[in-house]
């Protein structure tokens, strides 16, 4: 499932985890590029990704974490709405 963490994003586990606790941080809103968020989303984007780094952190023994985007096709987007990766290390 996927859970509200503002009112601007949402966050999810990955349906093909790389790492256990694998979760994406998305803007509600649906854009395709990073450069298509407005300064608020962006902002929110941010610091939804560090609620969501403390709380896989905490489940999963984590201080260390991969976060990952891919703006664009040729960057490897596969979904054209921009996520950050949070992966535990």
């Keep these: 499932g996927q859970g509200q963490i503002s009112p601007l994003s949402v966050a999810f586990v990955n349906l093909k985890p790389l790492v256990p606790g694998h979760v994406l941080v998305t803007p509600r809103r649906v854009v395709a590029r990073m450069a298509g968020l407005s300064p608020e ?10 609620v969501v780094q403390s709380i896989v952190g905490g489940v999963h023994g984590a ?4 976060l990952g985007i891919q703006d664009g096709p040729v960057a490897g987007q596969s979904v054209p709405h921009v ?6 290390r």
């Design 83 to 88: 996520h950050v990766h949070v992966l535990p």
């Design 41 to 50: 989303e962006e902002e929110d984007l941010w610091r939804s990704v560090r």
């Design 63 to 66: 201080e260390d974490f991969d």
